[in-house]
């Protein structure tokens, strides 16, 4: 899966998973639950909706706060993540609601963010 | 065979269908100079009233002897008047004669006259309302509920709508035409028109040496055009709780005079004052006419449109202070006002005046949808509104327009994250920032900032894409408060000529040169001190010791400083030095850029340009 990060992903919400199944994406979220095995968790988008996150190998740190995840959605609509970023929210907050009025922006208009 | 209906229903303001009632007599009242009025004896079989009027187009009924003693006839339209005695008359509009008085052959029953206040007992119900009409909505078209939803009861202390809605039919062809609004003059005293109602005023009462009084205008529009009426005194009165915004009514006869242009936009040369002749009677079948047309302006368009302009308006009331009492100098009367501030998809507030009544009765809470219709633009604090008598403020109206704006502002939740610039903002004047504008340089050029007589202020994002390493700093004074270039003597002495000194030392000031660019245009900014040490992130004096000692750090400092982006206000104006006229822009603050706000920005910005276009 390493070739996930050199193809378009776009940016989306919960709502918006059941239409990329199969498809690199890019999913950001507030870190709700981590499954006692570390190999899922669970996020929250900019509307409060869960999406869950897989891992083929186990988490080896602790995640909290907002994360930036890459992969790809599987048949089930939870994604199957190749890579993830913390945000650091120590100099100022992550504002998921904004967050997610810009996704509107660029769903509604495809023609000025095309994703390849 | 259709049994009589009670008069006491008629007269306690319920809704009767069309009631059937027996004429016992009529009565030719004398009017001094108009048509004969005809007062009507009416029976239903258990009592008799005398509280009928004939409207005067019915007159021929009368004259002719179809409308006589004992004949039946059904009511097709009727409107119930309460007189100041608290008495109640009923005006009958329309009127079938069902059966002429020759085939009736006597009084129906042994009628007593009824007394009112004194209910006599009934075994069934009057015909039951039907449903009321649908509102009257139009394609393309701003159709506004009146201030309160309609309801089809008669309120009990007020004059009754008695007539059921689907009751109330156009006058049959015999009766009263219906003329075209344009062509009212006041050389015709006998007309109906059938007109909607798109702006009504508050009542408005004055007290001089003449006299006091009170009165309230509307304006009317039909197919033909529109025009104003006033109604004074008794007629406000009497019409002023009849007559409702967006509704349609037959008018018929009031005074026409040369319409006084000063009070109103109306295009109209004539307008129309009721007289106690006037008869209003809604009217159902009118979903041709046009509705009120509200042309809104966008809030932040208010900050170009001259003072004295009447706008219409619609926003969020996002915030609202209490009402206060003021005098008015002029009369010594005391006068409510509130402030409310409305905020529009622009992302600009607004402050607008209320006064009187709707200042006292408003309700804020919930952040109301509020539309105005023909506020006046004043240039307090920048930009302001104030709402005058011959506004309509209508609180929620059922409009796509409101629709809209609640959507966006209570869904969409980017109305209320959103960084709203107030433009009646009276603190700050333009020094400082507190009356953020936010252009982008494009817009700064376009609309010509710093060609007026005084210096323009504005705020944008940019990017540093060059900077000049040249001169980009001076010797300067080394005192306090002076910046002033000094002269090196050449001799380890520098003279100030403004503080006419001279000084061992001279402190380094930075008057750096920066070309910045957003995605349109560049602009070349002069930093100062302050701005040109943010930008390159270090100190004047330390600056001044690389470009002595170390060249190459010099020049990292500001390949450093290139290509990061700030915010910045900006100072432009025109400057005319040796005839030659120049616009020259300085930096007076430069931030880092607020990632949130300015998201917020360009996101409203976005959805602001696709509701465009």
């Given at each position: 899966m390493e070739d996930i990060h050199e193809v378009p992903r776009p940016r989306i919400a919960t709502s918006h998973l059941a239409q990329h199944i199969g498809q690199p994406v890019c999913f950001v979220g507030r870190v709700e639950k981590i499954h006692p095995t570390g190999k899922l968790f669970v996020l929250s988008d900019g509307k409060g909706k869960h999406a869950t996150v897989e891992l083929s190998e186990p988490l080896d740190e602790e995640i909290s706060g907002v994360i930036e995840v890459v992969g790809r959605v599987t048949n089930q609509a939870t994604i199957m993540c190749a890579s993830y970023v913390q945000f650091r929210e120590d100099k100022s907050p992550f504002d998921m609601e904004l967050y997610n009025e810009a996704l509107k922006i660029i769903h509604e208009f495809p023609e000025y963010f095309p994703f390849g | 065979r259709a049994s009589l209906s009670f008069l006491q229903a008629i007269m306690q303001g319920?809704?009767?269908?069309?009631p059937v009632l027996q004429v016992i007599n009529t009565r030719a009242i004398a009017t001094g100079n108009g048509p004969p009025r005809y007062r009507v004896l009416m029976s239903d079989g258990v009592n008799t009233l005398s509280s009928f009027m004939l409207a005067?187009?019915?007159n021929s009924l009368v004259e002719e002897e179809r409308?006589?003693?004992q004949c039946i006839c059904q009511v097709n339209r009727f409107i119930v008047n309460s007189l100041k005695d608290g008495r109640r008359v009923v005006i009958l509009m329309d009127l079938n004669v069902l059966k002429t008085a020759d085939k009736v052959g006597g009084n129906i029953g042994n009628p007593v006259p009824y007394n009112e206040g004194e209910w006599q007992q009934r075994p069934s119900a009057p015909a039951a309302n039907p449903a009321p009409s649908k509102p009257q909505q139009q394609n393309g078209n701003l159709s506004v509920a009146g201030p309160?939803?309609?309801?089809?009861?008669?309120?009990?202390?007020q004059f009754g709508k008695?007539?059921?809605?689907?009751?109330?039919?156009?006058?049959?062809?015999?009766q009263a035409k219906v003329v075209p609004i344009?062509?009212?003059?006041?050389?015709?005293?006998k007309w109906t028109i059938c007109a909607r109602v798109t702006q009504k005023g508050q009542i408005r009462t004055w007290s001089n040496s003449r006299g006091e009084g009170k009165l309230f205008s509307i304006e009317l529009v039909d197919e033909s055009g529109e025009i104003r009426a006033t109604a004074f005194n008794d007629q406000a009165d009497k019409f002023f709780p009849l007559i409702e915004l967006n509704k349609v009514y037959y008018f018929t006869k009031g005074n026409l005079k040369t319409a006084n242009k000063q009070y109103t936009a109306?295009?109209?040369d004539y307008e129309i004052t009721f007289t106690n002749e006037t008869s209003v009677v809604p009217c159902?079948?009118?979903?041709?006419l046009p509705s009120v047309q509200f042309e809104f302006v966008s809030i932040s368009d208010l900050e170009n449109t001259p003072k004295d302009s009447i706008v219409d308006v619609i926003g969020i009331c996002k915030s609202y202070e209490d009402v206060t009492k003021i005098t008015v100098?002029?009369?010594?009367r005391e006068v409510s006002k509130r402030n409310v501030h409305l905020m529009d998809t622009s992302g600009k507030l607004v402050t607008a005046t209320l006064w009187g009544n709707e200042a006292e009765q408003f309700d804020g809470s919930r952040q109301p949808v509020i539309a105005i219709k023909g506020a006046r633009v004043s240039d307090f604090g920048g930009r302001s509104l104030s709402v005058l008598s011959s506004s309509t403020v209508v609180i929620n109206p059922d409009s796509p327009e409101a629709f809209k704006l609640r959507g966006w502002y209570a869904f969409d939740s980017e109305g209320q994250l959103l960084e709203c610039a107030s433009?009646?903002?009276?603190?700050?004047?333009?020094?400082?920032?507190?009356?953020t504008n936010w252009k982008t340089l494009f817009e700064a050029k376009s609309e010509n900032l710093?060609?007026?007589d005084k210096a323009d202020y504005f705020s944008c994002v940019g990017t540093v894409v060059h900077l000049r390493k040249?001169?980009?700093?001076y010797q300067a004074c080394?005192?306090?408060d002076c910046n002033k270039k000094v002269i090196?003597?050449?001799?380890?002495l520098y003279r100030c000529e403004k503080c006419d000194r001279e000084f061992p030392n001279f402190k380094y000031r930075m008057m750096l040169l920066v070309t910045i660019a957003d995605c349109l245009e560049y602009q070349w900014v002069t930093c100062f001190q302050e701005s040109a040490e943010f930008i390159l992130g270090q100190n004047a004096a330390f600056l001044g010791e690389l470009k002595e000692k170390n060249e190459q750090a010099f020049e990292e400092v500001f390949q450093n400083a290139n290509f990061n982006t700030y915010e910045f206000r900006i100072r432009v104006k025109l400057e005319t030095y040796n005839d030659e006229s120049r616009i020259k822009a300085t930096a007076v603050d430069v931030k880092p850029v607020n990632y949130r706000e300015y998201s917020k920005r360009l996101i409203a910005s976005i959805r602001r340009n696709a509701q465009l276009g």
């Open positions: - | 319920e809704n009767v269908s069309k005067t187009q019915l409308l006589s003693a309160a939803a309609v309801k089809y009861h008669a309120p009990s202390n008695v007539n059921a809605p689907s009751s109330v039919k156009t006058p049959g062809g015999s344009a062509s009212l003059n006041p050389y015709q005293s109306v295009k109209n159902d079948d009118a979903q041709h100098k002029a009369n010594n433009i009646s903002d009276v603190r700050g004047g333009p020094a400082s920032g507190a009356n710093g060609q007026g040249e001169n980009c700093m080394p005192s306090q090196d003597q050449q001799n380890g």
